[in-house]
Protein backbone atom coordinates (compact mmCIF):
# COMPACT_ATOMS: atom_id res chain seq x y z
CA UNK A 1 0.00 0.00 0.00
CA UNK A 2 1.53 3.49 -0.87
CA UNK A 3 1.36 6.34 1.79
CA UNK A 4 1.67 8.73 -1.67
CA UNK A 5 -1.59 11.35 -1.11
CA UNK A 6 -2.58 12.94 -4.55
CA UNK A 7 0.16 16.06 -4.55
CA UNK A 8 2.73 15.81 -1.93
CA UNK A 9 6.16 15.52 -3.87
CA UNK A 10 8.06 14.84 -0.55
CA UNK A 11 5.84 11.62 0.25
CA UNK A 12 5.87 10.67 -3.84
CA UNK A 13 9.54 10.77 -3.32
CA UNK A 14 9.95 9.02 -0.20
CA UNK A 15 7.24 6.68 -1.42
CA UNK A 16 10.06 5.88 -4.30
CA UNK A 17 13.08 5.72 -2.34
CA UNK A 18 11.18 2.85 0.03
CA UNK A 19 10.69 0.64 -3.51
CA UNK A 20 14.22 1.44 -4.37
CA UNK A 21 15.60 0.22 -1.11
CA UNK A 22 14.07 -2.99 -1.16
CA UNK A 23 16.07 -3.05 -4.72
CA UNK A 24 19.09 -2.12 -3.24
CA UNK A 25 18.55 -4.99 -0.65
CA UNK A 26 18.13 -7.60 -3.39
CA UNK A 27 21.20 -6.73 -4.83
CA UNK A 28 23.50 -6.58 -2.07
CA UNK A 29 21.59 -10.04 -1.42
CA UNK A 30 23.34 -11.26 -5.24
CA UNK A 31 26.51 -9.66 -4.88
CA UNK A 32 26.82 -11.64 -1.73
CA UNK A 33 25.82 -15.00 -3.45
CA UNK A 34 28.18 -14.27 -6.19
CA UNK A 35 30.93 -13.73 -3.94
CA UNK A 36 30.61 -17.34 -2.52
CA UNK A 37 30.03 -19.00 -5.44
CA UNK A 38 32.99 -21.00 -6.33
CA UNK A 39 33.93 -21.65 -10.28
CA UNK A 40 36.30 -24.91 -9.44
CA UNK A 41 39.01 -26.22 -7.68
CA UNK A 42 41.89 -24.19 -9.27
CA UNK A 43 40.65 -20.18 -10.39
CA UNK A 44 40.71 -19.53 -14.55
CA UNK A 45 43.51 -17.20 -15.64
CA UNK A 46 46.13 -15.37 -14.44
CA UNK A 47 46.51 -14.34 -10.33
CA UNK A 48 46.18 -10.62 -11.64
CA UNK A 49 42.81 -11.09 -13.32
CA UNK A 50 41.91 -12.95 -9.72
CA UNK A 51 43.14 -10.09 -7.57
CA UNK A 52 41.07 -7.50 -10.07
CA UNK A 53 37.76 -10.27 -10.07
CA UNK A 54 38.21 -9.76 -6.11
CA UNK A 55 38.74 -5.93 -5.88
CA UNK A 56 35.52 -5.79 -8.04
CA UNK A 57 33.60 -7.87 -5.88
CA UNK A 58 34.70 -5.84 -2.61
CA UNK A 59 34.22 -2.86 -4.51
CA UNK A 60 31.23 -4.07 -5.44
CA UNK A 61 29.80 -4.72 -1.94
CA UNK A 62 31.19 -1.63 -0.92
CA UNK A 63 29.33 0.65 -3.20
CA UNK A 64 26.09 -1.29 -2.91
CA UNK A 65 26.18 -0.84 1.18
CA UNK A 66 26.98 3.12 0.34
CA UNK A 67 24.28 3.42 -2.20
CA UNK A 68 21.60 1.54 0.59
CA UNK A 69 22.36 4.57 2.84
CA UNK A 70 21.80 7.04 0.30
CA UNK A 71 18.04 6.08 -0.46
CA UNK A 72 17.86 5.10 2.88
CA UNK A 73 18.20 8.38 4.53
CA UNK A 74 15.58 9.47 1.83
CA UNK A 75 13.62 6.45 2.70
CA UNK A 76 13.36 7.60 6.10
CA UNK A 77 14.40 10.55 7.25
CA UNK A 78 15.82 11.57 10.60
CA UNK A 79 16.08 15.11 10.37
CA UNK A 80 14.68 17.83 12.86
CA UNK A 81 10.59 17.14 12.50
CA UNK A 82 10.50 20.77 13.01
CA UNK A 83 12.16 21.81 9.50
CA UNK A 84 10.76 20.43 6.61
CA UNK A 85 12.66 18.17 4.25
CA UNK A 86 14.32 19.63 1.43
CA UNK A 87 12.98 17.73 -1.85
CA UNK A 88 15.16 18.84 -4.79
CA UNK A 89 18.31 17.54 -2.18
CA UNK A 90 16.50 14.62 -1.39
CA UNK A 91 15.77 14.00 -5.42
CA UNK A 92 19.12 14.57 -5.46
CA UNK A 93 20.67 11.55 -2.86
CA UNK A 94 17.80 9.50 -3.97
CA UNK A 95 19.44 9.78 -8.15
CA UNK A 96 22.86 9.13 -6.43
CA UNK A 97 22.29 6.05 -4.70
CA UNK A 98 20.65 4.77 -7.68
CA UNK A 99 23.22 5.66 -10.00
CA UNK A 100 25.79 3.98 -7.23
CA UNK A 101 23.49 0.71 -7.62
CA UNK A 102 23.71 0.49 -11.06
CA UNK A 103 27.26 0.74 -10.45
CA UNK A 104 27.64 -1.82 -7.87
CA UNK A 105 25.59 -4.23 -10.72
CA UNK A 106 28.01 -3.30 -13.21
CA UNK A 107 31.36 -4.04 -10.86
CA UNK A 108 29.66 -6.97 -9.58
CA UNK A 109 29.34 -8.37 -13.53
CA UNK A 110 32.75 -7.49 -14.11
CA UNK A 111 33.54 -9.58 -11.30
CA UNK A 112 31.67 -12.66 -12.52
CA UNK A 113 33.09 -12.27 -15.95
CA UNK A 114 36.82 -13.08 -14.65
CA UNK A 115 35.45 -16.90 -14.52
CA UNK A 116 35.68 -17.56 -17.90
CA UNK A 117 39.04 -16.82 -18.55
CA UNK A 118 39.88 -19.66 -21.57
CA UNK A 119 41.54 -22.60 -20.14
CA UNK A 120 44.18 -24.60 -21.79
CA UNK A 121 42.92 -28.37 -22.81
CA UNK A 122 44.88 -31.44 -22.70
CA UNK A 123 46.27 -32.23 -26.14
CA UNK A 124 44.56 -35.23 -27.94
CA UNK A 125 46.83 -37.94 -29.12
CA UNK A 126 45.96 -40.71 -31.49
CA UNK A 127 47.99 -43.80 -29.68
CA UNK A 128 49.12 -46.77 -31.96
CA UNK A 129 50.07 -50.09 -31.29
CA UNK A 130 52.33 -52.85 -32.06
CA UNK A 131 49.45 -55.02 -32.85
CA UNK A 132 47.78 -52.50 -35.20
CA UNK A 133 44.74 -51.18 -32.92
CA UNK A 134 44.35 -47.57 -32.50
CA UNK A 135 43.23 -45.46 -29.17
CA UNK A 136 42.72 -41.53 -29.57
CA UNK A 137 41.92 -39.17 -26.33
CA UNK A 138 43.18 -37.30 -24.07
CA UNK A 139 46.69 -38.44 -21.74
CA UNK A 140 45.57 -38.25 -18.25
CA UNK A 141 48.09 -37.66 -15.17
CA UNK A 142 48.71 -40.11 -12.34
CA UNK A 143 49.20 -43.25 -14.40
CA UNK A 144 51.69 -46.27 -12.83
CA UNK A 145 55.08 -46.46 -14.19
CA UNK A 146 55.61 -47.94 -17.50
CA UNK A 147 52.08 -46.84 -18.42
CA UNK A 148 49.59 -44.29 -19.62
CA UNK A 149 46.01 -42.96 -19.09
CA UNK A 150 43.69 -42.22 -21.82
CA UNK A 151 40.95 -41.00 -21.55
CA UNK A 152 38.42 -41.65 -24.38
CA UNK A 153 35.54 -39.53 -25.87
CA UNK A 154 33.27 -42.66 -24.67
CA UNK A 155 34.02 -41.67 -21.44
CA UNK A 156 36.36 -44.72 -20.46
CA UNK A 157 40.05 -44.44 -19.59
CA UNK A 158 42.27 -47.06 -21.24
CA UNK A 159 45.45 -47.84 -19.31
CA UNK A 160 48.41 -48.66 -22.13
CA UNK A 161 51.25 -49.89 -21.17
CA UNK A 162 54.42 -48.35 -22.88
CA UNK A 163 56.34 -51.49 -24.20
CA UNK A 164 52.94 -51.99 -26.71
CA UNK A 165 53.24 -48.76 -28.33
CA UNK A 166 54.54 -48.07 -31.49
CA UNK A 167 53.15 -44.51 -31.96
CA UNK A 168 52.09 -41.70 -30.65
CA UNK A 169 50.96 -38.86 -32.38
CA UNK A 170 48.83 -35.36 -31.51
CA UNK A 171 45.60 -34.57 -33.18
CA UNK A 172 43.12 -32.27 -33.50
CA UNK A 173 40.29 -34.05 -31.99
CA UNK A 174 39.07 -37.87 -31.97
Known amino acids: MSTVDGGDPLAKLIDSARGWHGVQLGVLGFIGFCGV????????????????????SVGAFVTALWSIVMVGQVAWPTGDPSAPADPVAMSGRLRTGIRTTIAAVAMMAFAGLSAWWPTEQAPSVEVSLGNGSRACGEVAEGAPAGAMWLNTAAGETLEIHLTTVANVRPVASC
Open 37 to 56: LKMGAEAPGPAWLQWLATGG
